[in-house]
């Protein structure tokens, strides 16, 4: 007899720490940028879940065994006049893929998004990374080709703030 595990997802709680720590290790690794996670349990426990905290996270179960995670924010359109949400990072587990867990994760939040009235629900994925793309593609995300990324951070980021 098969047993078949069912997927739930669940809000991230602070005891998860460590595991979001492991799936975000895990992911930079798949991205080619291990050497650019410096978060800690800490940090993700601060930011995550404390007083202050804007971000949000999940957990996908199967069974009781976390396979994958998302972090997720609210941001604000001002030509929609409404907020949006946006994933942060969307991982899970190389022997869940395939499982409807990345699936189930982003209707999770599909229906987040709606239930607080979001106008859009975005993200971002590598220009490489064509299986991500691809199932993206699947379930109706279209990629906004016209926008360009930026970032300021580190040095730039200190520089700049600092600069009278």
């Known amino acids: ?47 995550l879940f404390g007083d202050n905290a804007t971000a949000h996270g999940l957990i996908c179960l199967r069974g009781d065994q976390p396979v994958g995670f998302a972090v997720y924010f609210f941001n604000y359109s001002t030509w929609q006049g409404r907020n949006g949400l946006y994933l942060e990072d969307l991982y899970v587990s190389v022997d869940a893929r395939g499982t409807g867990a990345g699936k189930l994760l982003l209707k999770h939040l599909a229906r987040e998004a709606c239930a607080k009235g979001c106008g859009r629900f975005e993200w971002s994925v590598l220009d490489w990374n064509e299986p991500a793309i691809q199932f993206y593609k699947s379930i109706g995300a279209q990629p906004q080709p016209e926008w360009v990324r930026y970032r300021m951070d580190g040095q730039a980021l200190q520089a700049f703030a600092a600069d009278a």
């Not at 709680?13 to 460590?18: H, I, M």
């Open 1 to 47: 007899m098969t047993t078949v595990l069912t997927l739930t997802i669940r809000p991230a709680q602070p005891s998860d720490a460590p595991q979001i720590l492991a799936f975000i290790t895990e992911l930079a690794e798949y991205e080619k940028a291990r050497h650019e996670v410096i978060a800690s349990v800490d940090d993700i426990q601060r930011t």
